[in-house]
């Protein structure tokens, strides 16, 4: 069974840091490109960053562009995301996904379960 965790969600003050974490287990995604969405209180699910199996291809969402970083360890089968400079409007719950593409963006088809971040004014 494939299984997405995500850690490192939390509280913190605009303009402060965190780190979210995602161990995936069940699957190896060494090939396949893993990424991170959002999804606020009423709002539509919106793309953050997704990055390919060597890390050498990131993308981001105009939203978090020059704030947040994506990276990936392949060895822990693991995926990250730095968010710097938050701001409230970063409230969400984010989401860790990964494809079952080979190499190719999209295909995201296992998804774990959220970890909130809340950003306070």
């Known amino acids: 069974q494939v299984q997405l965790v995500e850690s490192g969600g939390g509280l913190v003050q605009a303009g402060g840091s965190l780190r979210l974490s995602c161990a995936a287990s069940?699957?190896?995604?060494?090939?396949?490109?893993m990424g991170w969405f959002r999804q606020a209180p009423g709002k539509e699910r919106e793309f953050v960053a997704d990055?390919?199996?060597?890390?050498?291809?990131?993308y981001y969402g105009d939203s978090v562009k020059g704030r947040f970083t994506i990276s990936r360890d392949n060895a822990k089968n693991t995926v990250y995301l730095q968010m710097n400079s938050l701001k409230p409007e970063d409230t969400a719950v984010y989401y860790c996904?990964?494809?079952?593409?080979?190499?190719?963006?999209?295909?995201?088809?296992?998804w774990g379960q959220g970890t909130q971040v809340t950003v306070s004014s």
């Open positions: 996904v990964g494809s079952t593409k080979i190499n190719a963006r999209g295909g995201y088809d296992y």
């Open positions: 069940g699957r190896t995604f060494s090939t396949s490109y």
């Open positions: 990055i390919n199996w060597s890390s050498s291809s990131a």
